[in-house]
């Protein structure tokens, strides 16, 4: 499979299908340091793991999409979610959202974006690039645990839709017991993404 | 010693709480407590970068101000801007307070509006670190005399 996929989750041929809480690997990328050190604590408060840059250029060159082979072939480095400031200089979080998905390597990876202004139109166009998410900052661990909750729910999402076993039916009742989506399940699953996205932000724009 | 502890409690929380009715930490502040654990500094090391950033940024719209010539207020404006959103995620209010203000006669470019502005941010922060400093050694000071720091509760 390849670089970046976002979950693999072995499937045993016979056996039940647990989702335990897995530990998410985030990269989080701002260039201001006191954000930096806020989401770090954030995220390692909820349980993941934490690697920070300072510049979209950093995170480029962190999952290897820069040119350079290395980094990207190391499984130990691989990436669960991209959490990143918009406003940066030389490439904005905008522009490193837009590099993501269009990589076939790291497309999947969900990307949330934050930013401190509270902007509609720049919300949309990131929401419509294929963001995952919005926050504004600053940014509290309320936001994170939600983020954290929505990405594990797709993910279980995603394993079920991967597996090929004969217990699907048993472990589809596992896995919907056990992740606790606010959106309902049945319906998401069969949405493109895209309008799965288009939705989130129509919810999203009712609370801003 | 329970007596001093208590004591200690109490003046804390009174100082604690003043400084969110001064309007000079708001709930961000609380949510970096929120963040740390026993024993932790987090909140400590988190002020510390806040206050180096401070006092680089202040030194970019010092510099750009001192201009000669024409100021580039795009120069000042990006540097209040991040002084903006780093006190923002600190809950320094008053700072943040300041820096929508400067930011705004940036945008107008106002020579005299961005000066005075400058002096007060300065003055700000200055004085945002005197209070903390003098908040963690009352923290500091209840530990010692063998008590636990009470959770302030603003609301």
Known sequence: MAVGEVMRMEVPAGGDLTVTSPELHVLAVDDSIVDRKVIERLLRISSCKVTTVESGARALQ???????????????????????????????????LKKIKESSAFREIPVVIMSSE??????????????????????????????????????????????HSNKRKLEEEDIDSSSSSSHDDSSVKDIPSSKRIKSESENRSSLL | MDAIVAQLQRQYRDYTISLYQQGILDDQFTELKKMQDDGSDFVAEVLSLFFEDCVRLIGNMARALDQTGTVDFSIVGASVHQLKGSSSSVGAKRVKGLCVTFKEFCDTQNYEGCVRCLQQVDIEYKTLKTKLQDMFNLEKQIVQAGGKVPQVDIN
């Open chain 1, 118 to 163: 509270n902007i509609l139109p720049r919300i949309e166009q990131c929401l419509k690039e294929g963001a995952e998410d919005f926050l504004l900052k600053p940014v509290k661990l309320a936001d994170v645990k939600r983020i954290k909750q929505l990405i594990l729910s797709n993910e279980a999402e995603e394993c079920k839709n991967l597996s």
């Open chain 1, 62 to 96: 962190y999952l290897g999409l820069d040119g350079d082979k290395g980094v990207s072939n190391l499984k130990d480095l691989k990436v669960n979610l991209i959490v990143t400031d918009y406003s940066m200089p030389g490439l904005t979080g905008y522009d490193l």
